[in-house]
């Protein structure tokens, strides 16, 4: 009997649906643009990118995928057109025509805004998962013995040399554009000299991806943290118009941040800061907020355990919050802040921090941010908790990935969103997939289905950079044999034997 009521459950979908394409139909309306998902014809042809994306002058569209603008001005659409010229977005309209164009058929796919991530220590990326299990401090138990403090910042990151640094910048940055993060805000505290910090930011150009290479401290007698900000801001970010900017480090809980902040502010960068109570920076975050020292070119990172005055003067001063939902809760952080952060009317942008402990794809990111923000809420309503904070949706969550992230690196008049006369940062996901279709939500699919296998393509200022699943011009064998090598070298360095199986 219940095979009989199931099996006529499809049939009367099956009728109403027939009965609404032919009203449709008979309306002269084209059945996509009511809201229905037009897939790939089956056996479609891959054909090969359009040459020369990117280039002044050169135009192509992308035709056919359903859009998610990230604009509520631009809105979104079943299925329309993205016209790119060079490096710029010119239209997103549904009803676009533009004969002669080359076109970049995204039937069956959904084209949004590329991910930003705004806090990554990308030097850590020949150290994957070796603290998979790691605290961030020891805490005198067995487990917290081999511990971030101690292990990667005490013992490896003092060991990198220039050419670590090169490749293990670079690796990580075309793993991330891989998955569709287009921007990242670097954090690698190996400035240990002048030439450590023009391997980074070397490394960030030649990857071709939007970077914000924050400066942050490094050790021993070389370093030039933080007066050497002003040579490099001179000889690398003169110019605004380029994918890579700058950042200035300024950790609150190291001597001397008054200094770097005062440069920062000087050479007129923004300046970012982990700030984490339950390692005792709350004192000195509330002491900069009284004294009025915050301001909006202020990005915080993870901000767990910060006092009401600290909040406050976030909210009043205008400064970005930069969340790792992920790390914070296996690291011990402390709870990730985003009841609070959404209660002071902050949104936060999302961060992946170390890929040590954590993988630096966002959609890890996105499904922890909202699982956990409505795990809380959930838990509230359970116990009949009254004003109870509104659920995050999976647009929410999308919104920090991209809008937000670029608002908090100071690059959302060039990106963050699919607007006409911002640059074309755009993913092509793939909702045809074995995982996603059908596609029934937007939004839902990207935050609670997607990885990264669906990232199809990824386009960085209108230069296709992954073309249906490969990324192109680059040789990753290469590339990995050299971070492997780096990788042996930096254990033996940093004198941590190789355990594939440490408990
Ligand atoms: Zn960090």
């Known amino acids: 009997m219940r095979e009989h009521s199931d099996a006529g459950r499809p049939s009367a979908q099956g009728t109403s649906r027939r009965a609404f394409l032919k009203t449709t139909a008979a309306a002269g309306i084209a059945v ?24 002044p002058g050169r135009r192509y569209v992308i035709r056919g995928g359903a859009v998610l603008s990230m604009d509520p001005r631009v809105g979104d659409f079943a299925q329309a057109a993205v016209l790119i010229e060079g490096k710029k977005i010119v239209a997103v309209d549904p ?28 030097f850590e990326t020949a150290l994957r998962a070796f603290l998979a299990d790691g605290l961030l ?22 060991v990198y040399r220039p050419r670590d640094v090169y490749i293990n910048e670079l690796f990580g940055s075309l793993s991330q554009l891989d998955a569709g993060v287009t921007t990242v805000h670097d954090i690698s505290q190996i400035h240990h000299s002048p ?36 040579r490099i801001r001179k000889q690398y970010f003169a110019s ?53 020292k915050l301001g909006p070119d202020n990005l915080f990172i993870h901000m767990t355990g910060i006092s009401e005055t600290g909040w406050k003067a976030t909210k009043d001063a205008g400064a970005g919050v930069s ?15 985003i009841l609070k952060s959404l209660e002071m009317g902050i949104e936060p942008s999302l961060s992946v921090d170390v890929e040590c402990t954590m993988t630096a794809d966002f959609f890890t990111q996105m499904r ?19 004003d109870l904070p509104d659920l995050l949706t999976s647009r929410d969550v999308i919104r920090f990935a991209t809008l937000q992230g670029a608002k908090d690196l100071k690059l959302d008049r060039k990106v963050g969103s699919l607007t006409p006369g911002k ?71 940093a004198g941590v034997k190789p355990d594939l199986f440490r408990r």
């Open 32 to 55: 996509a643009g009511s809201g229905w998902f037009e897939p790939p014809a089956a056996g479609a042809q891959v054909t090969a990118a359009p040459s020369g994306t990117g280039e």
């Open 95 to 122: 009803k676009l025509d533009a004969p002669g164009v080359a076109v970049i058929d995204a039937r069956g796919k959904i084209v949004m805004p590329g991910f930003v991530d705004t806090h990554h220590h990308q």
């Open 137 to 158: 401090t020891n805490d005198g138990k067995p487990a917290g013995a081999v511990n971030y403090f101690d292990y990667i910042l005490g013992k490896f990151a003092r």
């Open 195 to 230: 030439e450590h910090s023009d391997a980074a930011i070397t490394a960030l150009m030649a990857a071709g991806r939007r970077a914000a290479f924050g400066y942050f401290e490094g050790h021993g007698d070389k370093t030039a943290y933080p007066g050497d900000a002003a």
């Open 240 to 292: 605004d118009d380029q994918l890579v900017t700058m950042i200035m480090g300024g950790e609150i809980y190291l001597p001397g941040y008054e200094k770097a902040w005062e440069i920062g502010r000087q050479l007129n960068l923004p300046i970012a800061a982990h700030v984490v109570g339950p390692l005792g920076m709350t004192e000195t975050f509330d002491k900069l907020a009284t004294a009025g």
């Open 323 to 337: 969340i790792a939902f992920p790390i914070e809760m296996t690291m011990r952080h402390g709870m990730p802040p």
């Open 368 to 386: 922890s941010a909202l699982t956990l923000q409505r795990a809380l809420v959930n838990q509230m309503a359970i116990e009949g908790r009254k």
């Open 423 to 493: 640059e074309a940062d755009i993913l092509l996901l793939d909702a045809s997939a074995i995982n996603v279709a059908p596609l029934n939500h937007v939004p839902g699919a990207v935050v609670t289905l997607m990885e990264r296998s669906n990232v199809d393509t990824v386009i960085v200022g209108g230069k296709v950079r992954k073309w249906r699943g490969r990324l192109l011009n680059v040789d990753l064998p290469k590339l990995r044999v050299e971070l492997e090598a780096s990788r042996d070298y930096l254990f033996k360095a």
